[in-house]
DNA sequence: GTAAAATACTTGACAATGTCAAGTATTTTG
DNA sequence: CAAAATACTTGACATTGTCAAGTATTTTAC
């Protein structure tokens, strides 16, 4: 076995524990109304300016009619409301209702909650210490683009 | 030092990056014979000693009716074979077949060929730095269990 | 030893999730 | 202005996953 074999090993063993990890997290859509699909989406709608299925699937990779099923399916459950948008009439804008928000912001802090638990048992020296690897492993993977 | 909010953020942060290195990592299942949890599945079989159902499911948090399915469909493509364990008949004992072997050393290849590609911008050095910062995330998680 | 409970797995029925391709409305390009 | 491109929608369908009831076998409690 090569030098290079063991540490592509060791970083599929990274791999295999950290989707175990996010696994475990969002088990807790379980919980809410919120598939793990929809729940990325809904964190778009919420964090982009200017949201539309376009700039969704700039960052989600997901199935343009599979997308606008979901979108239909927010608009139905009051999350949402789409216009077309008055510069380009293809675009329908995405904005959040007020009940939208209010599902998100739950969504949140109940993720904040499981992160929250899930670093419990560390000292303020370790939690700095994860920050700064999980920083650091984003700017070497980032290079890689 | 952080404010815990922020921290929060950070990590999940981390946590919608990794979950797209992944996912990224995980598309070569579409060119492969295997859905992700099928490749999961075979990865457990090929990997435990007296592989059974049970201790697929000790690993991997899978419906017990699924995975059975999962499992008729490997012994039908000729991928494992399944035997009563003697000691208690209860236990299917399942061996990948010769064949079987073949196609996970394959999917093991092209997983192995991705993560090379991954990382084929960085230094010796950085490298080295990646894993262990891999490493170090995991020792801290671990303590949380 | 035997009945009841527990374990390991299977099966049927079904729901959730995702994909593909063709279609509509609108804008851009040549 | 016609053709191509873009943004999204819709229908048909496949894959993936879940739930609950069922079978075979073993363990437990008397």
């Known amino acids: 076995m090569t030098h290079k074999q063991e540490m592509i090993e060791r970083i599929r063993g990274f791999n295999r524990f950290y989707t175990n990890i996010v696994g475990l997290l969002d088990q ?5 109304p919120f598939s793990l699909t929809e729940g990325r989406v809904l964190y778009e709608i919420c964090n982009t300016d200017e949201c539309s299925a376009k700039k969704i699937r700039e960052s989600i990779a997901i199935d343009e009619g599979y997308l606008s ?25 995405i904005v959040p209702t007020k009940q ?18 899930m670093i ?25 683009k």
Chains 1, 2 share one sequence.
């Open 28 to 32: 807790h859509f379980l919980d809410s």
């Open 69 to 93: 099923r979901i979108l239909d399916d927010f608009v139905r459950r009051g999350l949402i409301k789409k216009t077309r948008s008055p510069v380009d009439r293809r675009l329908r804008i």
């Open 100 to 117: 939208g928000k209010r599902q998100f912001s739950t969504l949140n802090d109940n993720s904040n909650k499981l992160i929250s638990n």
């Open 120 to 144: 419990r048992r560390l000292s303020a020296k370790e939690r700095e210490e994860l920050l700064e690897k999980m920083d650091g492993i984003r700017l070497l993977l980032e290079k890689t």
